[in-house]
Nanobody, 117 residues
Framework: VQLVESGGGLVQPGGSLRLSCAAS????????MSWYRQAPGKERELVAT????????NYPDSVKGRFTISRDNAKNTVYLQMNSLKPEDTAVYYC???????????WGQGTQVTVSS
């Protein structure tokens, strides 16, 4: 099983990035997918979830209207489109896969996003 994030990097405030998480080794379409982030010295926080049925849920309020999660089951990939980035969005971003029963969870290794001028 692998979850491989990509697309992170350094971006100026107000810029955009699209993160990708490529999955392999499990039936991707049956799993709920989430993006989390962890800033230095802070706990990991849930950013957005997309269910196996394609329903999306975004947390927290600070990213609503700026971040969009999507998935492509044909490519076994989940995306996080991040617009109007702010310095406080700086963090390592992780993707997570969870089955519908909540009994199996997989994590990626993370990708660094730095928002700075």
């Amino acid at each position: 099983v692998q979850l491989v994030e990509s697309g992170g990097g350094l971006v100026q405030p107000g810029g955009s990035l699209r993160l990708s998480c490529a999955a392999s080794g499990f039936t991707f379409s049956r799993y709920h997918m989430s993006w989390y982030r962890q800033a230095p010295g802070k706990e990991r926080e849930l950013v957005a979830t997309i269910t196996s049925a394609g329903a999306t849920i975004n947390y927290p309020d600070s990213v609503k209207g700026r971040f969009t999660i999507s998935r492509d089951n044909a490519k076994n990939t989940v995306y996080l489109q991040m617009n109007s980035l702010k310095p406080e969005d700086t963090a390592v971003y992780y993707c997570k896969a969870r089955d519908s029963y909540g009994s199996t969870t997989y994590w990626g290794q993370g990708t660094q996003v730095t928002v700075s001028s």
